[in-house]
């Protein structure tokens, strides 16, 4: 089973700055069709999960362009670039490369 | 608009039994893959397992921790996707979600479902 570990556990950010999370996978996740299937997550206060990045740097439909998903091998990167207080919440990478399923273990982003 | 609602979800003893369901509307029901994802209580996801379309089989899949207590299945005439618990310790304790694959991904979420298992 992949390991996807996210760092840091907890990022405070000030409204109008920039926030950078990092998910490592445990094997690379390049499929042996050439594409990262690399997820990105967003769980606010008291809400379900809402998918915001697929396949590694695709915005799913709504999905503001502040956001933006990067990396390949086992390095990614999910970034805001310029934090408002709805993006409050925790992250969670996901990958689909490798059966089964796996997830990372969330990145609390709240505001200074 | 996509939807998916849970229901079913209580309190249970240590051994005990549950059954969830999820009523999907506003897609092809038949043709999507669904399946559960629980989160404990503060803590992080979980994939708990899926069923594929028939078109590809109906075929279902299991995380290590349920397999042999847990069965998905799926009645496509009433889009509904269900959870049955079998055995249920107190690790099972979470939100249960509903969710519709897709992109390689899990697309769409349900609000979820409590279940607690406590003696």
């Known amino acids: 089973e992949i390991v996807m570990t996210q760092t840091p556990l907890s990022s405070p950010v000030t409204l109008g700055q920039p926030a950078s999370i990092s998910c490592r996978s445990s094997?690379?996740?390049?499929?042996?069709?050439?594409?990262?299937?690399l997820s990105w997550l967003q769980q606010r206060p008291g809400q379900p999960p809402r998918l915001l990045i697929y396949?590694?740097?695709n915005r799913f439909s709504g999905v503001p362009d502040r956001f933006s998903g990067s990396g390949a091998g086992t390095e990614f990167t999910l970034k805001i670039s310029s934090v408002e207080a709805e993006d409050v919440g925790v992250y969670y990478c996901?990958?689909?490369?490798?059966?089964?399923?796996?997830f990372g273990g969330g990145t609390k982003v709240e505001i200074k | 608009e996509v939807q998916l609602v849970e229901s079913g979800g209580g309190s249970v003893k240590p051994g005990g039994s549950l059954r969830l369901s999820c009523a999907v509307s506003?897609?092809?029901?038949?043709?999507?893959?669904v399946g559960w994802v629980r989160q404990p209580p503060g803590k992080g996801l979980e994939w708990v397992g899926r069923?594929?379309?028939?078109?590809?089989?109906?075929?279902?899949e299991y995380a290590a921790p349920v397999r042999g207590r847990f069965t998905i299945s799926r009645d496509d005439s009433v889009n509904t996707l269900f959870l049955q618990m079998n055995s249920l310790k107190t690790e099972d304790t979470a939100v249960y979600y509903c969710?519709?694959?897709?992109?390689?991904?899990?697309?769409?979420w349900g609000q979820g479902t409590l279940v607690t298992v406590s003696s």
């Open positions: 969710t519709e694959e897709g992109e390689w991904t899990f697309v769409h």
């Open positions: 506003g897609l092809t029901f038949s043709n999507a893959w």
């Open positions: 069923v594929k379309s028939k078109a590809v089989g109906g075929t279902a």
């Open positions: 094997q690379s996740l390049v499929h042996s069709d050439g594409n990262t299937y």
């Open positions: 396949k590694l740097s």
């Open positions: 996901i990958q689909a490369t490798h059966f089964p399923y796996t």
